[in-house]
Nanobody
Framework: VQLQASGGGLVQPGGSLRLSCAASGSIFSMYAMAWYRQGPGKQRELVALINRAYTTNYADSVKGRFTISRDNAKKTVYLQMSSLKPEDTAVYYC?????????WGQGTLVTVSS
């Protein structure tokens, strides 16, 4: 499985951004998908995940502001980010897990600044 993340950029506080992660492979629907992020000087942390049954889970810091979704037909997972804060600034990584394997995308930078 190869993961290609996109959609990062510079956004003002309070703004919105949508990240996309396109996956290769024929069994995308069987993988649990997630977004992680790593801010400056911080450890990588889980932001949101969505499993095969479309059950979602979020970090407390993004609950109510971020929404993860998936389109199995397009083999793509999304992260809709709203009410962005400067502390959301980070490199965001797409993550896939299934059949005992873990895959990471290359990361996309999100900068929240005025």
């Amino acid at each position: 499985v190869q993961l290609q993340a996109s959609g990062g950029g510079l956004v003002q506080p309070g703004g919105s951004l949508r990240l996309s992660c396109a996956a290769s492979g024929s069994i995308f629907s069987m993988y649990a998908m997630a977004w992680y992020r790593q801010g400056p000087g911080k450890q990588r942390e889980l932001v949101a995940l969505i499993n095969r049954a479309y059950t979602t889970n979020y970090a407390d810091s993004v609950k109510g502001r971020f929404t993860i979704s998936r389109d199995n037909a397009k083999k793509t997972v999304y992260l809709q980010m709203s009410s962005l804060k400067p502390e959301d600034t980070a490199v965001y990584y797409c993550h896939a897990e299934g059949y005992g394997n873990i895959y990471w995308g290359q990361g996309t930078l999100v900068t929240v600044s005025s």
